[in-house]
């Protein structure tokens, strides 16, 4: 059974800023007796001199003084550096919501009324430190996180990197054994086999290398004027051929105005078109057609890819965009999946400030992926 984590707040450092000598002293020895070590201000003025002194964890802070008021002393420290995340707790003998509010508003975490309750304020005080500790904590655990992050994107870049070319060797040589024959029946079956398993390796490293390129921020959005629909065009006149061996029509229509140019990263947005075109062909049975279609509306474009597919099962849709997320479908020609096609995309999709999602047809007809782009967001500015 997991224990509780023990959390030290001893020793805390807590400012106490009151114009009245007597409030400050009885919470001064309040605190000290529970384990604090305590700094006293007697203005506003003096507090923002005392907190560059010593950085306190915590801040008890009178609303009413003479000088500036406990609210702008408040906006005043919460502008400090490194003070933002320091807990400040309103000590005030205003009980109304008006004056609550306007607390937190100036950046206030809770408050105290006087009289002071002892015991109250000692669990308050108790609370937000404890609080501002599990902050830190959590803080440090998404820095490890984004550092060991990096780390396996770095070591999937190199290893993809470095596998890339012995496997495209790999390729060319079962290539080079096909043609410089003659090979019986069984030599050209494994011939073959060496060339679909290189293929197959090729497309996973490439697609590992993409994504952790993508992931690790190397591969800057570097956007230029562009065509959208002469990325399309070509992307479909690239994929016509692989959809022909199945018998696939490959058809695109427009509706609406479609800008001429928008600022897109070319090379990205292509590699999107071209995941999201042969994931349609990949699950689309002989003889249907893929309909690619841009619309615009407004400033909203809309890029959709229709196939007449199996769609996507009742259940699994949450698998899609995510990494190495597969769907019990399987593709209709014997290609192979890594999963990561549709993750790439969404991540160049968020780098473009749009958004992808997907859904089944009406009718069960197959699967629909849209892509919604902000025109205004990507107009080329002159």
């Not at 959390?7 to 604090?36: A, M, T």
């Not at 105290?112 to 108790?126: F, G, S, V």
């Not at 490890?144 to 990197?161: D, E, Q």
């Amino acid at each position: 059974m997991n224990q509780p984590v023990s959390i030290n707040i001893d020793q805390s450092r807590i400012l106490v800023v009151d114009d009245d000598e007597i409030i400050r002293k009885l919470l001064r020895r309040v605190l000290e007796r529970s384990g604090f070590v305590v700094d006293e201000a007697g203005s506003g003025e003096a507090a923002l001199e005392q907190i560059q002194a010593h950085s306190p964890d915590l801040i008890l802070l009178d609303v009413v003084m003479g000088g500036i008021d406990g609210f702008i002393t408040c906006r005043k420290i919460k502008s400090s550096e490194g003070m933002d995340e320091v807990p400040i707790i309103f000590v005030t003998g205003r009980s109304d919501t008006g004056s609550i509010v306007e607390g937190l508003d100036a950046g206030g975490s809770d408050y105290i009324t006087k009289p002071i309750n002892r015991h109250e304020a000692l669990a308050r005080i108790r609370n937000h430190l404890k609080m501002r500790v599990l902050m830190k904590y959590q803080r440090e655990f998404i820095d490890g996180l984004k550092k060991a992050n990096l780390a396996k994107n770095r070591i999937i870049g190199i290893a993809s990197h470095d596998l890339r070319n012995p496997i495209a060797s790999i390729r060319g040589l079962s290539e080079f054994l096909e043609e410089a024959g003659p090979l019986t029946p069984a030599q050209r079956e494994i011939a073959n086999t060496i060339q679909s398993t290189s293929d197959s390796m090729l497309h996973l490293v490439d697609e590992l290398l993409d994504l952790s390129v993508i992931e690790s921020g190397e591969e800057r959005t570097d956007r230029e004027p562009c065509s959208i629909f002469e990325i399309v065009s070509s992307s479909l006149n690239i994929y016509q051929f692989t959809a022909s061996k199945k018998s696939i029509n490959l058809v695109l229509e427009d509706e609406g105005e479609i800008p001429e140019l928008l600022m897109l990263d070319k090379m990205q947005f292509r590699r999107l078109v071209d995941n999201v075109l042969s994931n349609a062909v990949k699950y689309s049975p002989a003889n249907t057609s893929v309909v690619v279609l841009l619309k615009c509306h407004g400033d909203l474009l809309k890029m959709t890819v229709e196939d007449e597919g199996p769609g996507i099962p009742d259940g699994e849709m949450y698998k899609l965009f995510t990494d190495f997320g597969k769907t019990s479908v399987q593709p209709t020609g014997n290609e192979t999946s890594t999963g990561l096609g549709l993750s790439i995309c969404k991540k160049i999709v968020d780098s473009h400030q749009g958004r992808i999602y997907a859904f089944n047809r009406a009718g069960g007809t197959g699967a629909c992926f849209t892509v919604e782009l902000n025109i205004r967001k990507l107009a080329v500015r002159s």
